[in-house]
């Protein structure tokens, strides 16, 4: 059975072409990076805007890419929460419309659920449950996955994400959004122990790091760093704020392993393209006799393949959607 997904729940239009149950046949993403950069960031009525026509000419692509055509689609899958509201409703309403002409089941997709399924299309062996670190631009979750469809957040953020947090330290020093793959680059070469970043102690599994963005913007200030100014600096500050940052992550995220008693251990989300969280997690996770798995960086990062992934364990657990579900900014509460 073939599935269309759509994702365009911020400034990532993309589509896919699904076979069941993880067969990616055409995924074609159009991310609006580089004009967002102009303005430091996502312009919430500009991106739904551009997803418009981006929508259309990704959904245009997978079709030609995978010869498939529009009668061999049995479903129809978009992300409906969380996310911007405009861009999110730009993808529903598209899907709402192919349903109808097409005579299809909808499927509404989280878009937490999502990113975790990304970690399917490589990984066919990994099944439910395991435990899954999700840190993308809008999230830092903690997600205990109980089924394919049954998630509990066992622990967040209470402030920025982490991602949202590399890419406002990166605006300050320079470097156009979205900086987080900008500052991992640089962290590189730059030596971690050259600042002492001061890290928050959180109840439980929780995290919060507006402390660490509020004391590298003051380093910032205090030292004049700027990536075409002084870049040892730059690179300095980048490594240690990495270090703090993906090993305050990892400590939490194994001792929610521990408590929870889980022997696998998945990434996903933009941010789970960060080396230094790849390459330390996978240490941590041998030592600790736990299976790693993580998606390529091209399914870290939002897209529609992983919303087609997820549409069919939806499917299969009977979560159709009526043709009046709204998106929703905040999504449900997987507490
Ligand atoms: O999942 P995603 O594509 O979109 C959201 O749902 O937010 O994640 C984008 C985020 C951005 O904040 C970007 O800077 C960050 O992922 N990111 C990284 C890296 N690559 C992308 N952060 C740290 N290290 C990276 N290598
Ligand atoms: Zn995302």
């Given at each position: 059975?073939?599935?269309?997904?759509?994702?365009?729940?911020?400034?990532?239009a993309?589509?896919?072409?699904?076979?069941?149950?993880?067969?990616?046949?055409?995924?074609?993403?159009?991310?609006?990076?580089?004009?967002?950069?102009?303005?430091?960031?996502?312009?919430?009525?500009?991106?739904?805007?551009?997803?418009?026509?981006?929508?259309?000419?990704?959904?245009?692509?997978?079709?030609?890419?995978?010869?498939?055509?529009?009668?061999?689609?049995?479903?129809?899958?978009?992300t409906?929460?969380?996310?911007?509201?405009?861009?999110?409703?730009?993808?529903?309403?598209?899907?709402?419309?192919?349903?109808?002409?097409?005579?299809?089941?909808?499927?509404?997709?989280?878009?937490?659920?999502?990113?975790?399924?990304?970690?399917?299309?490589?990984?066919?062996?990994?099944?439910?449950?395991?435990?899954?670190?999700?840190?993308?631009?809008?999230?830092?979750?903690?997600?205990?996955?109980?089924?394919?469809?049954?998630?509990?957040?066992?622990?967040?953020?209470?402030?920025?994400?982490?991602?949202?947090?590399?890419?406002?330290?990166?605006?300050?020093?320079?470097?156009?959004?979205?900086?987080?793959?900008?500052?991992?680059?640089?962290?590189?070469?730059?030596?971690?122990?050259?600042?002492?970043?001061?890290?928050?102690?959180?109840?439980?599994?929780?995290?919060?790091?507006?402390?660490?963005?509020t004391?590298?913007i003051?380093?910032?200030?205090?030292?004049?760093?700027e990536?075409n100014?002084?870049?040892?600096?730059?690179?300095?500050?980048?490594?240690?704020?990495?270090?703090?940052?993906?090993?305050?992550?990892?400590?939490?995220?194994?001792?929610?392993?521990?408590?929870?008693?889980?022997?696998?251990?998945?990434?996903?989300?933009?941010?789970?393209?960060?080396?230094?969280?790849?390459?330390?997690?996978?240490?941590?996770?041998?030592?600790?006799?736990?299976?790693?798995?993580?998606?390529?960086?091209?399914?870290?990062?939002?897209?529609?393949?992983?919303?087609?992934?997820?549409?069919?364990?939806?499917?299969?657990?009977k979560?159709?959607?009526?043709?009046?579900?709204?998106?929703?900014?905040?999504?449900?509460?997987?507490?």
């Amino acid at each position: 059975m073939k599935l269309l997904a759509i994702e365009s729940s911020c400034d990532d239009a993309s589509a896919a072409i699904v076979e069941q149950n993880n067969k990616i046949l055409a995924v074609k993403n159009f991310s609006q990076g580089q004009e967002l950069a102009k303005f430091g960031g996502v312009v919430p009525e500009i991106a739904s805007r551009r997803h418009v026509s981006l929508v259309f000419k990704a959904v245009k692509e997978v079709f030609e890419e995978s010869a498939t055509n529009f009668d061999e689609i049995k479903l129809i899958a978009a992300t409906f929460e969380p996310g911007l509201i405009g861009p999110l409703l730009v993808g529903l309403n598209f899907a709402k419309g192919f349903a109808i002409a097409k005579k299809v089941p909808l499927i509404a997709v989280n878009h937490l659920k999502a990113h975790v399924a990304a970690n399917y299309i490589e990984n066919p062996e990994l099944k439910p449950p395991f435990l899954c670190l999700v840190v993308s631009g809008g999230h830092t979750n903690i997600i205990d996955i109980r089924s394919f469809t049954d998630f509990r957040i066992i622990g967040q953020t209470k402030d920025d994400a982490t991602g949202e947090i590399f890419d406002k330290i990166a605006r300050r020093m320079g470097i156009p959004y979205p900086g987080g793959a900008v500052i991992d680059e640089l962290a590189e070469k730059g030596n971690y122990k050259s600042f002492n970043v001061p890290c928050p102690e959180m109840p439980g599994f929780d995290f919060s790091f507006s402390g660490i963005k509020t004391w590298a913007i003051n380093q910032i200030e205090k030292f004049s760093i700027e990536i075409n100014k002084n870049k040892k600096l730059a690179e300095d500050l980048a490594a240690s704020l990495r270090y703090t940052i993906i090993t305050y992550i990892i400590k939490n995220l194994m001792s929610a392993a521990r408590k929870y008693n889980k022997n696998k251990i998945a990434i996903a989300g933009g941010v789970a393209s960060n080396s230094l969280l790849r390459k330390n997690l996978k240490v941590a996770c041998d030592n600790a006799n736990i299976k790693f798995f993580c998606p390529s960086k091209f399914y870290c990062t939002d897209n529609a393949a992983m919303v087609g992934v997820q549409a069919f364990y939806e499917f299969e657990a009977k979560n159709i959607a009526s043709l009046n579900i709204n998106a929703r900014a905040t999504g449900e509460k997987m507490l």
